[in-house]
């Protein structure tokens, strides 16, 4: 099967297929002593793990995974805020603010905070979603305290100059047209959020609304940063080759010695996505969609909001019905029907409030979407009625629990586990029991949670349909040296 | 995650593929731990450089043969992108869904792209299915089907993929660009196909691709992980003993730079425009590659760093993104890069981005300049090696470009020795922009189609 990295759908905005942070969920030391096989898998694993917890006196969390093979640490600070906590009005602010992050302290000048990292021989970068924020640095291990200063100092220091902010607002109105604007699919994968969340601030992108973010000023952002950046916030996340004691003990040094803001550190209260009652329709025609896609979202709970099995069942349920060259759908509308030219499914369960179960597919010729539509939903049925075979489960939890191992092999994706994990409800219990809770999922579960959530009422379906206008136009010239092309 | 992960810095927006080639490409890194790299020679005399890593049950292998889209038939681009899409659907006594059940069973990785110069595998398994999933992919490279029913699927996909591309600016500029950078010569072709070619190319065109470009004289092979030498090397020859002694490829001539500066606008209905611009760069055994290496850091590789973010991005929020890199193809050197801005800005980010170029070709660096750069290209070399996958792909690269089992070890040294003078001189020599070649895909002002 070809890996078609060209095809729609960013990896930013469906994670299971994205390969990077979602998929890798993780267990700690425990991996080494796995065997694949799920039979002996399920056997209860020995206490032992990698990764070490601690707690400074001002609430900041801290976790160390020691990977000693190379010496080199990942350094990452994990704020429990993101997109969906942005006042109203206010959309793109998280987002921005993490950008503005790089614009000074006291002590460092605006724009120096990265070159100083490059100075250090190191690799910076931050990224922002729904429920976190995340800033980290990749350093040679003896560099480790200089980034711990740095990053802690601008976790109460940041100075934000006028100019600055506005030129930077011209940046990430460059990032929205890149991501989005230029872009059908992601314009209608934005349009179904809106329509799947009622009320649930994940309704709204976390790059922001244009019209919104063409508004944010300097004083959004220090209000932003004033309420949620704070010790007490954060997870502090080393991966690498250190000790814990050692990254404890600066930790102390630096961070610790930020008081923390009574204000936050409690629950997480966001407004409450009520039942869906109605299956709502997305149609999107543009004259820049190269091909008829389909998609469907449906709403799900999370790995921390799930009935305990319920988060682990629906994963295995996305790998046997869409996440290989032989999975329910595929084999369906790509090798047998012939309607689609790739069909896929997966679960994204890492957000703090819900999830989303999705399906995806490209028209193959000039196939309709509604015969697409209709074979998924056959697809969904088959498996509602009748459930999975013994084989497809095992196969699945042999490939999630290889992926586990898989995933072991880098330092930077245990940081990004754990962090993730923590910054988002879910303890570190959680994440190195992962390997025995996948185990641990029936057939009976598979089907049960097939038949709760694949429920219509609970989605969205959305079609990107292409139009004749709007395509490129390439003028035909006589002369000069191109090859001949299309 | 719910919706978005949105990260600060977005350097590849456009030429996906370049850049992730290139990543491999780049200068490698030595952590400071020692790291044992072997030179293990099989009984059939087939040779691979390990390093092994006990310390998780993975084997990770990277091999390439040289080749690649330049030698797709004349005629018919996209054979060798087509033969990469087809290789893991069936082999052997296994049809294309068990051959793909299988590689579930085993939960082993294979992942095959072809770039310009070469067919690339990368192959993960688990030790305790490393004798059976070696067995898959020794069937892959020796008894691929390529059955019809199977090509048929994969072939829609292919057309799908290309009907995509043909209203994405991304694909559609770095697509112009190399188009009117090497015209008839193989590197101007599109390496995933045409509309045309793709409904054209036939089981016998992959059959024959393998045939010609799956042997032993142009294999080079990286393994790390979970295996010793003795074990790599009975792995060697069951994988790849088999397979013929010499290739048969067509020589692939070697570009000569030439003609006058040209800009292409592709008018596409997007708010922004995305540009790719690009000239002659250094091949990778030029004797000048790593000052020029130094060079394109601080200009515009380096992020947060470079010259072009600061002017484009940072002073002035034009774009998102911007950058440069270069790009070391078998018989062409291109230094390239791009930028993405809203329509009304392409001219004014483009004339910053030249006036940089034009700076640099002058100047070349200050000693302050090159200090940072040494800094952290010397710095930030241990980041390179701290994964197995990471340092198959390192160890595979430094193979294909001759580089020398020694060139871990030298390679700082390297850096550390080139002097301002050495960047003066090669800037010069690489920043003329003599054949400026500009493509861009959107409705773009202040800038007019040149040279055409």
């Known amino acids: 099967m070809l890996q078609l990295k060209s095809l729609r759908t960013p990896p930013y905005s469906n994670p299971s297929r994205s390969g990077t942070l979602l998929k890798v969920q993780l267990l700690g030391a425990l991996l080494m002593t796995l065997a694949l096989s799920p039979a002996d898998a399920a056997q209860p694993p020995a206490p032992s793990q990698l990764a070490f917890h601690g707690k400074l006196d001002n609430g900041l969390e801290v976790v160390v995974v020691p990977d000693r093979r190379a010496p080199v640490v990942t350094h990452m600070v994990w704020y429990r805020v993101g997109g969906a906590d942005e006042p109203q009005g206010k959309s793109g602010i998280a987002h921005f603010l993490e950008h503005l992050m790089f614009k000074g302290t006291d002590k460092i000048a605006p724009g120096e905070f990265s070159k100083i990292v490059a100075g250090l021989g190191g690799q910076d970068n931050a990224f922002t979603a729904q429920d976190i924020t995340s800033y980290f640095q990749r350093v040679a291990k003896e560099k480790l305290p200089q980034v711990m200063e740095m990053e802690s100092d601008r976790m109460a220091n940041l100075r934000l100059d006028e100019k600055e902010v506005l030129t930077e607002r011209k940046v990430i109105l460059e990032e929205r047209r890149s991501r989005v604007d230029n872009d059908p699919g992601s314009l209608l994968q934005e349009q179904m959020m809106a329509a799947m969340y009622v009320a649930h601030p994940y309704h709204t992108p976390v790059i922001g609304w244009e019209t919104e973010m063409r508004k944010l000023s300097r004083a959004d952002a220090l209000a932003f940063y004033k309420k949620f950046y704070a010790p007490n916030n954060a997870v502090l996340v080393v991966t690498g080759d250190v000790e814990p004691d050692e990254v404890m003990a600066l930790a102390k040094a630096t961070y610790g010695k930020i008081p923390a803001n009574p204000e936050v550190g409690g629950p997480r209260v966001r407004p409450t996505e009520p039942e869906p009652l109605a299956e709502r329709r997305v149609i999107l025609r543009d004259g820049r969609v190269g091909k008829a896609t389909f998609e469907r979202y449906y709403l799900t709970p999370s790995s921390t909001t799930a009935p305990p099995g319920e988060a682990e069942a629906l994963q295995i349920l996305a790998r046997i019905i869409g996440s290989s060259a032989t999975s329910r759908v595929y084999n369906a509308l790509v090798r047998d029907e012939k309607t689609a030219s790739s069909a896929s499914a997966w679960y994204s369960g890492m957000a703090l409030d819900t999830g989303r179960f999705g399906f995806y597919a490209i028209a193959a010729g000039d196939a309709k979407l509604e015969d697409i539509e209709a074979s998924m939903d056959r697809v969904i049925d088959e498996v509602i009625r009748n459930g999975v075979t013994p084989e497809e489960l095992e196969r699945a939890k042999t490939g999630e629990i290889a992926n586990l191992i898989y995933a072991s092999d880098s330092q930077q994706s245990l940081a990004h586990t754990y962090g993730w994990n923590l910054a988002t409800g879910r303890t570190i219990e959680d994440v190195e029991s992962r390997q025995e809770r996948l185990n641990a999922v029936t057939r009976e579960q598979v089907q049960a949670v097939a038949a709760k959530y694949l429920d219509r009422k609970r989605s969205v379906t959305g079609y990107l349909i292409p139009v004749p206008s709007g395509l490129a136009k390439v003028q035909p010239r006589a002369g000069g040296d191109a090859a001949t092309f299309h | ?452």
């Open chain 2, 1 to 452: 995650m719910t919706h978005a992960i949105l990260g600060r810095k977005h350097l590849s927006l456009a030429v996906a593929a370049p850049l992730a080639a290139l990543s491999l490409l780049l200068l490698a890194a030595l952590p400071a731990n020692a790291m044992k790299i072997q030179k293990v020679i099989s009984k059939k005399g087939i040779e691979a450089w390990l390093v092994e890593d006990h310390s998780r049950p993975i084997l990770s292998m990277q091999f390439a043969f040289a080749g690649g889209s330049s030698q797709d038939p004349e005629g018919k681009p996209g054979v060798a992108t087509f033969v990469s899409g087809m290789l893991d659907e069936g082999a052997g006594d296994l049809d294309s869904e068990a051959f793909q059940n299988r590689l579930e069973d085993l939960a082993a990785k294979m992942n095959v792209t072809a770039s310009q110069d070469h067919m690339s595998v990368s192959f993960q398994t688990l030790t305790q299915n490393r004798g059976e999933s070696l067995k898959l992919l020794q069937m892959a490279l020796t008894s691929p089907h390529f059955e019809a029913k199977d090509a048929e699927r994969i072939r829609e996909q292919l057309i799908a993929s290309l009907r995509v591309e043909e209203k994405d600016p991304n694909k559609t500029a770095a697509n112009e660009w190399f188009k009117l950078a090497f015209g008839s010569h193989p590197y101007g072709r599109p390496g995933n196909g045409t509309l045309t070619s793709v409904a054209a190319i036939t089981p016998d065109d992959l059959h024959g691709y393998v045939r010609k470009n799956f042997a032993r004289d142009n294999l080079k092979i990286a393994a790390v992980g979970d295996i010793d030498a003795a074990q790599l090397g009975e792995a060697l020859d069951s994988v790849f003993g088999d397979l013929p002694e010499k290739s048969d490829r067509k020589p692939v001539a070697e570009v000569s730079w030439q003609g006058t500066p040209k800009q292409r606008i592709v008018q596409m209905p997007n708010p922004q425009s995305v540009v790719q611009f690009g000239f002659q760069g250094l091949k990778r055994n030029d004797p000048d590659f790593i000052p020029a290496y130094i060079l394109n850091y601080v200009v515009g590789g380096g992020g947060f760093s470079s010259k072009l973010m600061q002017e484009v991005r940072e002073k002035r929020g034009l774009a998102y993104s911007v950058y440069t890199y270069l790009y070391p193809l078998d018989h062409a050197g291109i230094f390239a890069g791009g930028v993405a801005t809203e329509n009304k800005s392409v001219g004014q980010s483009l004339d910053l981005i030249k006036a940089e170029l034009e700076l640099a070709a002058r100047d070349g660096l200050t000693e302050e300049e090159l200090r940072k750069a040494k800094d952290y290209l010397v710095g930030s070399f241990a980041l390179r090696f701290d994964t197995s996958a990471k340092i198959a792909a390192q160890l595979l690269a430094i193979q294909l470009d001759n580089l020398g089992i020694d060139y871990i070890d030298r390679r700082n040294g390297e850096i550390e020795a080139v002097t301002v003078a050495d960047i003066k001189r090669v800037a010069k020599r690489l920043m003329e922009q003599k054949n400026l070649i500009v493509t861009v895909a959107g409705e773009p002002e202040g800038i007019r189609e040149v040279g055409l």
